[in-house]
């Protein structure tokens, strides 16, 4: 399978607790997206990279959140002291180029207690 | 954060009915995009729409690009137990270089999709 895949699809933490999901895009896909999804939503945009740079942040996306690209295949996103708020689906998606169709991965659910 | 208003917000059918979705923004989209997601999974695209005016089909599902292009709706002809899921309507602004949030995607609140047998 060459679709877009996250690791992992899901993860249960305590309040206060760091978390890092991972994805995995289309091999030579320069554009890589993060979105965030909650319950009876649709996905609302988070960052997203043009191979390794950072090129647009959300005002969703708090100081806790932080997002790497680092030789522009996969992506990392952290989330720091987390808080009950970021319960939620997080979603990746990627496309080829910058108008391309954007392929979305199955997401990682990420519930806080 | 901005989302489009989609309605109906959910749907109960029979097998065998004609569905229609809309969406609507306050604000132009250049492109608007169609998708369908399943539970736990990520949304998978279903018809992609890049001209104010422009009818597009793809088998049993048409969509239509508002020529305001500040809405859009979804036909599905003849649904079928597997078209249950969950729509999203998304519209993309297209800018050129230098504009700011071009390739992100805004998406509506979705539409609950049931179909009885």
């Known amino acids: 399978d060459t679709g877009v895949s996250q690791d992992p699809r899901h993860k249960i933490t305590k309040r206060g607790q760091n978390v890092t999901f991972r994805c995995d895009p289309i091999?030579?896909?320069?554009?890589l997206y993060w979105y965030r999804q909650t319950l009876g939503q649709g996905p609302e945009f988070l960052t997203y990279?043009?191979?390794?740079?950072?090129?647009?942040k959300s005002r969703l996306l708090s100081d806790r959140f932080s997002a790497e690209r680092p030789k522009g295949s996969f992506s990392t996103l952290e989330i720091q002291r987390t808080e009950q708020g970021d319960s939620a689906m997080y979603l990746c998606?990627?496309?080829?180029?910058?108008?391309?169709?954007?392929?979305f991965g199955p997401g990682t659910r990420l519930t806080v207690l | 954060g901005q989302q489009l208003n989609q309605s109906p917000q959910s749907m109960f059918i029979q097998e065998g009915e004609d569905v229609s979705m809309n969406c609507t923004s306050s604000?132009?989209?250049?492109?608007w995009l169609w998708y369908k997601q399943d539970p736990g999974e990520g949304p998978v695209l279903l018809i992609a729409?890049?001209?104010?005016?422009e009818l597009t089909s793809n088998g049993r599902l048409t969509a239509q690009f508002g020529i305001t292009r500040k809405d859009s709706f979804l036909n599905i002809s003849a649904s079928i137990p597997s078209d249950v899921g969950i729509y999203f309507c998304?519209?993309?602004?297209?800018?050129?270089?230098?504009?700011?949030?071009?390739?992100?995607?805004?998406f509506g609140q979705g539409t609950i999709l049931t179909v009885h047998p």
């Open positions: 990279f043009q191979n390794e740079a950072q090129l647009e």
């Open positions: 091999s030579e896909h320069n554009r």
């Open positions: 998606a990627s496309s080829l180029d910058r108008w391309d169709t954007q392929y």
């Open positions: 604000s132009i989209f250049n492109t």
């Open positions: 729409l890049y001209k104010a005016g």
């Open positions: 998304a519209g993309q602004l297209r800018t050129r270089a230098g504009g700011t949030s071009y390739g992100k995607l805004t």
